[in-house]
């Protein structure tokens, strides 16, 4: 019943914008926090960016800050990610993940994960 759904990736010149998305159905947006992550093939998958359920707070990685926005769309029960001033740094496999949380940039604080979306950012 509970399924997260991301899209939005794709293949971007360094300096380009993309706009990712995550659809959730099973349960209301705003009852879990909802996370960004991105995983590279021998690395460690990364926190990108968190918005907490309600009103809570909004983290982002230091990498990433100033350049990517997280915010809710509640009409469509989804949360964006918007990429600015992409780098080939930021290409990975982009998911989505719902949960509660003790800490936002933990994977294992989550407790459902979306499919992932390729971003790929061409130098």
């Known amino acids: 019943q509970v399924q997260l759904v991301e899209s939005g990736g794709g293949l971007v010149q360094t300096g380009s914008s993309l706009r990712l998305s995550c659809e959730v159905s099973?349960?209301?947006?705003?009852?879990?926090?909802i996370g960004w992550f991105r995983h590279v093939p021998g690395k460690e998958r990364e926190g990108v960016s968190c918005?907490?359920?309600?009103?809570?707070?909004?983290y982002y990685h230091d990498s990433v800050k100033g350049r990517f926005t997280i915010s809710r769309d509640n009409a469509r029960n989804a949360v964006t990610l918007q990429m600015n001033s992409l780098k080939p740094e930021d290409t990975a496999v982009y998911y989505c993940?719902?949960?509660?949380?003790?800490?936002?940039?933990?994977?294992?604080?989550?407790?459902?994960w979306g499919q992932g979306t390729q971003v790929t950012v061409s130098s």
């Open positions: 993940a719902a949960g509660g949380l003790r800490s936002w940039s933990r994977p294992d604080e989550y407790d459902y």
């Open positions: 099973g349960f209301p947006l705003n009852d879990y926090h």
């Open positions: 918005i907490s359920s309600r009103d809570g707070p909004t």
